[in-house]
Nanobody
Framework: QAHLEESGGGSVQAGGSLRLSCSVS????????TAWFRQAPGKGRDVVAI???????HYADSVKGRFTFSKDSAKKILYLQMNGLTPEDTAMYYC????????????????????????WGQGTQVTVSS
C-alpha cells in the first residue's frame, strides 16, 4: 500500500516563499506519476503541477514561473518550491501519486485531474497574508 506524507506548510506574507516536501512510499518497480494539488475552502481540488514517469512536467497557469516541482528519486521525496506567494495561493496542498497512468498511452498532462490519482497525502496548509 502506498503512503504519502506532506510537510513544510505554514503561514507567510505575500511575496514570501515556502518549500513543501512529500515523502513517497510506493511498492512498485515501474514508473509512476506524481503531482501537487491544492484545495481552497469551498472549492475543488485543482492541479498545481504534475511530473510523469518520464520526468515531463506540467504546471497550472496560475503558478508558472513561481512554483517549481522537483523530485529526489533516490530518496523518494517530492518538493514544491513556491516563490512570490500571494493570498490567492492560500489552500490545503496535497501530494498525489498514481501507478496506472504510467501504463496508459493516452495521457495528456494538462487534462489530468484529481480523479486520475489514486494515492494521496493528508495535506499541508499554506496560508498567505497580504
Amino acid at each position: 500500500q502506498a503512503h504519502l506524507e506532506e510537510s513544510g506548510g505554514g503561514s507567510v506574507q505575500a511575496g514570501g516563499s515556502l518549500r513543501l516536501s512529500c515523502s513517497v512510499s510506493i511498492p512498485t518497480y515501474s514508473g509512476y506519476y506524481t503531482a501537487w494539488f491544492r484545495q481552497a475552502p469551498g472549492k475543488g481540488r485543482d492541479v498545481v503541477a504534475i511530473i510523469d514517469s518520464d520526468g515531463n512536467s506540467h504546471y497550472a497557469d496560475s503558478v508558472k514561473g513561481r512554483f517549481t516541482f522537483s523530485k529526489d528519486s533516490a530518496k523518494k521525496i517530492l518538493y514544491l518550491q513556491m516563490n512570490g506567494l500571494t493570498p490567492e495561493d492560500t489552500a490545503m496542498y496535497y501530494c498525489a501519486a498514481d501507478l496506472n497512468l504510467h501504463w496508459r498511452n493516452d495521457v495528456v498532462l494538462p487534462d489530468l485531474t484529481a480523479d486520475d490519482f489514486g494515492f494521496w497525502g493528508q495535506g499541508t496548509q499554506v496560508t498567505v497574508s497580504s
